[in-house]
């Protein structure tokens, strides 16, 4: 049993690893400000439920009443990350946007919004 | 606001209320002796007696309240599936050595036909959590202004999620 947990705990974090690095390469490689926030807001959204879903998975491998507790700890980040992490990135948008900052348009693509 | 309630609604909400908090301070503290216990009880009864009116629950609106959260729970494991699937396409799209060609950063505007402020701040936060999307603008007639990074992103808006979030919202 733990070795099953342990693993598809492993995979679980691995994974979420994937996705915060893509979210970084994400960062660099897109073309302006308002893309950018597509990687960096939400990749990392992803990667957060991966790697706290496999904390919590391998936390509960002998259910004791305090690693339980735990998990339900950890469940509660991911939720709360859930509300806020839109919302953040909403008001970073909003931000740019009141101050006036146009987004990038690829070349040829028709003009305007 | 509590004068107005009757009296019966009022002890509704106080004890819903009250149980909640109860039960979020059993998980955060995790200790189980009568000390501990005891001063849960007393400071969710503080906060209960100053804000159970208005903190989680509004009270004319408890069997609405019902049939939300229960909608709740159907959408919300459809929106995490809708999230993995995007953010895989978003990865793909940003490791992909052509992302110059397949990226075209655009924003689009259209009028959602959701009436509720509640559904409509739930469907923006629904589409900004969706890789590929966020919420630029948004007012209380529905007028939605969206950043969409590539064509495909573009393409799946309104769609579905407004369908899903409009039922929820009974309408």
Redesign the interface.
């Known amino acids: 049993m733990i070795i099953l947990t342990s693993l598809v705990s492993g995979i679980m974090i691995l994974a979420g690893l994937?996705?915060f690095l893509?979210?970084s390469?994400?960062m660099i490689?897109?073309?302006?400000f308002?893309?950018r926030?597509?990687?960096a807001?939400?990749?990392d959204?992803?990667g957060l439920?991966l790697t706290m879903g496999g904390m919590a998975l391998y936390i509960i491998h002998d259910l004791t009443?305090?690693n339980v507790?735990s998990a339900?700890?950890i469940i509660?980040i991911v939720v709360f990350i859930?509300?806020t992490?839109?919302?953040a990135?909403?008001a970073i948008?909003?931000a740019g946007?009141r101050a006036g900052m146009k987004?990038?348009?690829?070349r040829g693509?028709e003009a305007g919004? | 606001m509590k004068t107005k309630l009757k009296k019966a609604a009022f002890v509704t909400t106080f004890s819903i209320t009250f149980l909640i908090l109860f039960l979020f301070w059993c998980i955060f503290s995790g200790k189980f002796d009568a000390f501990h216990l005891s001063l849960g009880v007393i400071s969710c009864l503080l906060i209960c007696w100053a804000t159970s009116s208005d903190l989680l629950i509004v009270p004319p609106q408890i069997s609405r309240l019902v049939r939300l959260w229960s909608g709740f729970v159907i959408y919300i494991p459809w929106l995490i599936w809708q999230i993995i699937l995007a953010n895989i396409h978003v990865l793909v799209l940003v490791l992909s050595p052509d992302m110059d060609k397949r990226i075209n950063p655009k924003i689009i505007k259209f009028k959602s036909r959701i009436k509720d402020t509640v559904g409509l701040v739930t469907f923006a936060n629904s589409i900004t959590l969706t890789p590929g999307t966020i919420t630029v603008a948004l007012n209380m007639y529905g007028d939605m202004v969206i950043h969409a990074i590539d064509d495909e992103s573009a393409a799946a808006l309104p769609g579905d999620m407004e369908k899903k979030v409009a039922k929820l919202f009974g309408e």
Do not use: Q
Request: hydrophobic content about 40%; proline content about 7%; aromatic content about 10%.
């Open positions: 994937v996705f893509g979210g390469i994400g490689r897109l073309p302006d308002y893309s926030l597509h990687s807001g939400m990749l959204t992803m439920m009443l305090n507790l339900l700890k509660l859930f509300i992490s839109p919302t990135t909403h948008v909003d946007i987004p990038w348009r690829k693509s919004k």
